[in-house]
């Protein structure tokens, strides 16, 4: 085990991290997470435990709490906030377990226009999501044109659907929401509007995006994403009496589907949050977008075509369609060359397995010190990367049926000159990236070479 989390590592370090829903989190949280509070039990809450010996344990999530409160400029006399959620996930299907009924109905973005599973996605075959197998899940779609959420189309449906909460935010969606909007489109089908912000979180609380914290009824979290603490999710609640927040939402989180919270988790969000509110934070938050929009110029300017036409927050959905390559072997290759990214449908695609476009994120790279000049360079990798699987793709790209196995095959036995590209990108890569610092990280740009003969790797 120990040389498998060694490996892992370095294969961190001497890689591109892409993936948008990933970062590198702390040295200090990651000694919250290996420390003793992972011993204790502490079902219940602060002041009303199940178990005994919670004294320590109850100022751990009371800290926690007044640091999340802080992080993202709230006033606890309007916003509480529950930091047991194990995950995002989890946090989601909290809010729906305490304040709807099975078979309720609620509104969110399609997972093919960018949304999120647990906002209720379902195939005519198949109900994908637990929130689409307890609740009834009307789906509201992009524009096709403009890759924009359609709110003309989303208020029309709403009037006829009758929600009883419209949730706002996805996991590929790169541009501002309107909250302004989506509350009046709550307010006219007496709709809740729920926010998930887990992608941009770190960006809302750096205040260099859009908050929706001035027109949310609720607003859920992870904070591992943009936040980069540690993996668990947060839910904020409006504290006001007449809505009942507070119970249903303590109630549905525990007992309802949780037991124990996670303290040393609730320790590393605590200790993160105390990051998120620094001035150093706020610039690593500017950077990100910054990042993101030069990584998109530079896409571009290699003929790449941007789902919206660019980025207003730390993603970028690329549409490889126009390449005749699907993203799925886009990302094989990448993973063959040391870049780690992930495939992702764009509005329009019938397979998720299989869909036309890639998402890309800079959070992860701008923790290692990546700026504007460093991201045009990636974004170099990255074109010589789908090069190479147009070209291993060439002699299936007319080929109706699918060609994942045969594409899989060709990579694996490639000809002597995509297998001289392959190796030429990887070095490249690795490189490049080992020249770059590591937060939490005891492998250095000094030192990695010690690592690679002792554990393997390029």
Known sequence: MYALIQKEKLRQFSGLELIASENFTSRAVMDCLGSALTNKYSEGYPGARYYGGNEYID???????????????????????????????????????????????????????????????????????ATSIYFESFPYEVDGSTGL?????????????????????GSAYPREWNYRELRSIADSCGAYLMSDMAHISGLVAAQVVDSPFEYSHIVTTTTHKTLRGPRAGMIFYRTDEKLGFHAKISQAVFPSLQGGPHNNTIAGIATQLKQVASPEFKA????IINNSRACAAALVSHGYTLATGGSDNHLLLMDLRPQGVTGNKVQTVCDAVGITLNKNSIYGDKSAISPGGIRLGTPALT????????????????????????????????????????????????????????????????????????????????????????????
């Open 149 to 169: 959420v359609n709110y003309t189309k989303l208020r029309e449906n709403a009037k006829v659907f009758n929600p009883k909460i419209i949730i706002c935010g």
């Open 59 to 129: 100022q751990v999530e009371n800290l926690c709490i007044s640091r999340a409160l802080t992080a993202f400029h709230l006033d606890a006399k309007e916003w509480g906030v529950n930091v047991q959620p194990y995950s995002g996930s989890p946090a989601n299907f909290a809010v729906y377990t305490g304040l709807l009924n099975p078979h309720d109905r609620i509104m969110g973005l399609d997972l093919p226009s960018g949304g999120h599973l647990t906002h209720g996605f379902y195939t005519p075959k198949r109900k994908v999501s």
């Open 367 to 458: 923790s290692r010190g990546m700026v504007e000049a460093d991201f045009r360079t990636v974004a170099g990798f990255l074109h010589r990367a789908i090069q190479i699987s147009i070209d291993i793709n060439r002699p299936f790209a007319a080929v109706a049926t699918p060609t994942e196995k045969k594409f899989a095959e060709a990579l694996a036995n490639p000809s002597t000159e995509i297998a001289g590209a392959i190796e030429s990108l990887r070095s490249d890569v690795s490189t490049f990236a080992c020249g770059f610092f590591m937060p939490g990280s005891d492998i250095t740009p000094s030192n990695v070479e010690s690592f690679k003969q002792q554990f393997g790797g390029h």
């Open 284 to 287: 690593y938050a500017t950077q």
